[in-house]
């Protein structure tokens, strides 16, 4: 299967612990994209980068957030200092911008936090 | 900004009844429109898209028309079966004229119950 991967499915974590989730995206796609989405709500947009520059921040991504992909493929969300508002499930995915394409974009399958 | 206001669930239908889910938007410029399903335990799938005016998407026996003189993208389907059963979600992009690359805006999304 070559779709988005993200890893792990499921975290459970205490108030205050920092969390790593990883995203793979599909092997081609030069577009990454986070987004959260909580309980009874539609995935919000959180970065994006292209290749390995991330190009853009959502405001609801506080400085305890930070994502990397250091080589443009694979990609990080790291959350230091969880707090109960962080829980949520965390959703990646990827897209081919280029020249005359829709751009569309390919999810995976979720992270879903809780933090305790 | 960008928005997507959707009709509320749950929606429950017997099994071959007609289906509507309402969408409506917000948007600058000419976006693209999309609908995105997520099954029980699955990531977000995109279900169909249009990217200009009066553009019919149609995938799996659902449809869905662009219409820019009402801002809407309601979802149809003529007969639904039981393994439609699922949470669906309008959404948009702008192409990246607020940002964000093509990031996608969600409506809070609609669930659906197909029974027997």
């Known amino acids: 299967d070559t779709g988005v991967s993200q890893d792990p499915r499921h975290k459970i974590t205490k108030r205050g612990q920092n969390v790593t989730f990883r995203c793979d995206p599909i092997s081609e796609h030069n577009r990454l994209y986070w987004y959260r989405q909580t309980l009874g709500q539609g995935p919000e947009f959180l970065t994006y980068?292209?290749?390995?520059?991330?190009?853009?921040k959502s405001r609801l991504l506080s400085d305890r957030f930070s994502a990397e992909r250091p080589k443009g493929s694979f990609s990080t969300l790291e959350i230091q200092r969880t707090e109960q508002g962080d829980s949520a499930m965390y959703l990646c995915?990827?897209?081919?911008?280029?020249?005359?394409?829709?751009?569309?974009?390919?999810f995976g399958p979720g992270t879903r936090l809780t933090v305790l | 900004g960008n928005s997507v206001t959707q009709m509320e669930g749950p929606v429950t239908l017997s099994e071959e009844a007609f289906l509507t889910i309402n969408c409506t938007y917000t948007?600058?410029?000419?976006?693209?429109l999309f609908w995105y399903v997520q099954y029980p335990g699955e990531g977000l799938q995109l279900l169909l898209k249009?990217?200009?005016?009066?553009d019919k998407g149609s995938n799996k026996g659902f449809e869905a028309t662009y219409r820019k003189e009402t801002t809407s993208f309601h979802l149809e389907k003529g007969s639904v079966q039981v393994s439609d059963s699922a949470v669906y979600f309008c959404?948009?992009?702008?192409?990246?004229?607020?940002?964000?690359?093509?990031?996608?805006?969600f409506g809070t999304g609609t669930q659906l119950k197909v029974e027997l």
């Open positions: 948007a600058t410029g000419y976006p693209s």
């Open positions: 249009a990217t200009k005016a009066d």
């Open positions: 995915a990827s897209s081919l911008a280029a020249t005359g394409r829709n751009n569309e974009q390919f």
């Open positions: 959404a948009l992009s702008d192409g990246g004229l607020t940002g964000g690359g093509n990031k996608l805006t």
């Open positions: 980068f292209q290749n390995e520059a991330q190009l853009e």
